[in-house]
């Protein structure tokens, strides 16, 4: 016996709890403040299951072995890993630093039993070392696809690609009311050339891209395999600021038109497209074709879009259409250098 509490513990004991009277508080309850975190991650992981994707959970404790699979033995790899002061295993020896290893130890150990087609995804935290203070710990969300996209069918199946990843990362992000951009940028273990960082507000938040193939054969993986990977943190912030506005169905029909720029390679088509967008009497823009070789020059590319014009008040004439579409031209011309299509 130490403090008054634990007097004031046994005298209750030996009364006896049901002779003590009971009265109501002095004051009300205060109310239940949700915790924005959980319900963000539950978002999240609603959102990847009605996109096809499994969840899977993984350990946090793991080998530095199993970590280096998943760099390339060229990169850098970083700080070295947190060992724990009491493992109990070899393989559980050290605080994970990524979620990457665990997730593909988890996709080649069940490629070995099917046939490849699979979706997978792990919301966790990885622990990064500070030093003699405790370490950083970040919650992320890392997702794969391998093999075909619905499955065998006797029609044949489409093949999980870059562009159906970045389709998941996009409804992912749509679904948050989070606006971002996809830019070409590298990241270790990922395919050069086959990847994009994704942009919200100048702040780089993920990445998406297919992996590469030193990775791959670590694994024994025999698929192609592509990876999205989103630093959750980062994201709470634009969710919680993001604000949905009702918008109501167009009273006028549109007006329908296709052009084919030719621009440079090195152009990405996601600059064309904010341009022809930038436009007030534009409601829609699409990409539907690209084309090299043939007539247009090696440095170059045809880039074929579908635009919609469309005005909130009035039906649009042809003659407004056709100056619209002009200028169009001539502002892709004065900052892209791109010429139209013969």
């Not at 924005?36 to 991650?41: A, N």
């Not at 539950?42 to 199993?66: F, N, W």
């Not at 950083?136 to 044949?156: D, I, K």
Request: hydrophobic share 40%; net charge negative; glycine share 8%.
């Amino acid at each position: 016996v130490h403090l008054a509490v634990d007097v004031v513990e046994e005298v209750a004991r030996i009364i006896g709890y049901d002779h003590i009277p009971v009265t109501m508080l002095s004051s009300p309850i205060p109310p239940r403040e949700p915790d924005q975190t959980l319900i963000f991650k539950e978002k999240v992981r609603d959102i990847l299951i009605s996109c096809g994707l499994q969840e899977v959970i993984t350990y946090s404790l793991t080998s530095v072995e199993m970590l280096g699979k998943s760099i390339p033995p060229s990169r850098d790899r970083g700080p070295a890993p947190i060992r724990i002061a009491n493992p109990m295993t070899a393989e559980q020896e050290y605080l994970r630093t990524n979620l990457r290893s665990g997730i593909l130890s988890t996709l080649a150990a069940n490629e070995k039993q099917e046939d490849g087609d699979m979706g997978l995804f792990e919301i966790g935290k990885i622990y990064l070392s500070r030093g003699g203070d405790l370490p950083e710990e970040r919650e992320m969300v890392t997702a794969l696809l391998s093999g075909h996209r619905f499955g065998p069918s006797w029609r044949g199946g489409e093949v999980q690609d870059f562009f159906n990843a970045k389709g998941i990362m996009e409804t992912l992000l749509g679904h948050l009311g989070i606006e971002a951009d996809f830019e070409v940028g590298e990241d270790e273990g990922l395919h050069p050339g086959i990847t994009a960082v994704i942009i919200v507000e100048d702040s780089q938040v993920g990445v998406v891209g297919k992996l590469s193939h030193n990775v791959a054969e670590n694994f024994g993986l025999s698929f192609p395999v592509y990876l999205l990977e989103i630093e959750l943190e980062k994201l709470l912030p634009y969710h919680i600021r993001a604000i949905r506005q009702y918008c109501p169905l167009a009273k006028f029909p549109g007006s329908i038109r296709d052009i084919a720029v030719v621009v440079d390679k090195k152009i990405a088509s996601k600059r064309v497209s904010s341009l022809i967008q930038s436009f007030p009497l534009v409601n829609r823009v699409t990409l539907f074709d690209l084309y090299t070789g043939g007539q247009i020059p090696p440095d170059k590319k045809s880039l074929a879009y579908r635009i919609i014009y469309q005005s909130p008040t009035h039906t649009l004439t042809d003659e407004e259409v056709d100056k619209t579409q002009a200028k169009i031209l001539d502002k892709l011309g004065s900052e892209l250098g791109a010429t139209l299509r013969a």
